[in-house]
C-alpha cells in the first residue's frame, strides 16, 4: 500500500473518539518495528521524522526509499503516512519533493502574522498535491529549553484563524512538554483544550510531547478531540534500556553476540511493547 495522507486518518479518529499514533523514526530498526507492531494490530500509523532524523538517516530521499520498500517487503497494508515534524518552511519543501504523504509547518516562533502567510502558502500547496499539513499555534516548550513547571497554553481565536485556513490537523500547546516531564509540571490544561476545539470544530487536534503524561490525562485529551499523539521520547527510553540491559549482561561478549542484529534486538523488542501499549492506549487498534 502506497503511503497516505494523514488527514482522513485523523479525521476518522476525531469521529470515532480515538486517536493515532505518531511514532518518530532513526533508522531502519525503527522503522520495522513500528509498521510491524502497526500491521499485527491493524493500527493506522504516522512515521514522525524531525529535520535532525532525517539528516542522520542521510536525507529525505533516503527516508522515502525506506519506508517505501519496507511497506512493500513487509507487506503492509495499513495506512501509512509519513510526516516530517516540526518542520522549517524550507524543510516542508523538501520534504514534499521526496515524497513524504505528510508535513508539518512549526511557524509557532514566527510572529502570528508571519505563521498565518507561510501557513496558508503551504495549505495551497499540500492540498494540491493531496498531501496533509500540521499546523502550529502557541510553542509547545521543552526540558531543553529551560522550560519547567507548565508549557504555553495557545489562544483558542488564533487556533481558529489557523484551522480555517484549511490545515489537515492542529497542533496546539495546552501545557504540554518534550521529552521528559519535570516533577513540578502542573498537567495539561483541559481548560484550554475544551476551548480550542469548541473554536475549530472538527479539525483533529494533536497532543504533542505525550511521554510522561499520565495515561488518564491523555484519554482525556482524546476525549476532548485530539486524534493524534506523538511518542518519540518514551521510544528511545524503551529501546535504550533494552539495548543496556543486554550489554550489561555481557551478552556482547558471548558468541557472535556482537552482531548489531542481536545487539539491537533487545532495544527493538522493548521499543514494540511501547508501541503496542500506546496504540492500546489511544484506541486505534483495529481501525485499520
Ligand atoms: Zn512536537
Known sequence: ??????????????????????????????????????????????????????????????????????????????????????????????????????????GSHFPFEENLAKTTELVHVTSQLGLSLEAEVGAIGGEEDGVVGQGECADPAECKTIADLGVSILAAGIGNIHGKYPENWAGLSFETLDAIQQQTGDMPLVLHGGTGIPADQVKKAIELGVAKVNVNTECQLAFAKGVREYIEAGKDLEGKGFDPRKLLAPGVAEMKKTVIEKMELFGSVGQA
Do not use: R
Open 1 to 106: 500500500m502506497a503511503l497516505v495522507s494523514a488527514k482522513e486518518m485523523c479525521a476518522k479518529a476525531k469521529a470515532g473518539h480515538y486517536a493515532v499514533g505518531q511514532f518518530n523514526i532513526n533508522n531502519l530498526e525503527w522503522t520495522k518495528a513500528i509498521l510491524e507492531v502497526a500491521q499485527e494490530k491493524q493500527s493506522p500509523v504516522i512515521l514522525g521524522v524531525s529535520e535532525g532524523a532525517g539528516k542522520y538517516m542521510g536525507g529525505y530521499d533516503a527516508v522515502v526509499g525506506m519506508v517505501n520498500g519496507l511497506i512493500k517487503d513487509l507487506g503492509i497494508t495499513v495506512p501509512v503516512a509519513l510526516h516530517l515534524d516540526h518542520g522549517s518552511y524550507e524543510g516542508c519543501y523538501k520534504c514534499i519533493k521526496a515524497g513524504f504523504s505528510s508535513v508539518m509547518f512549526d
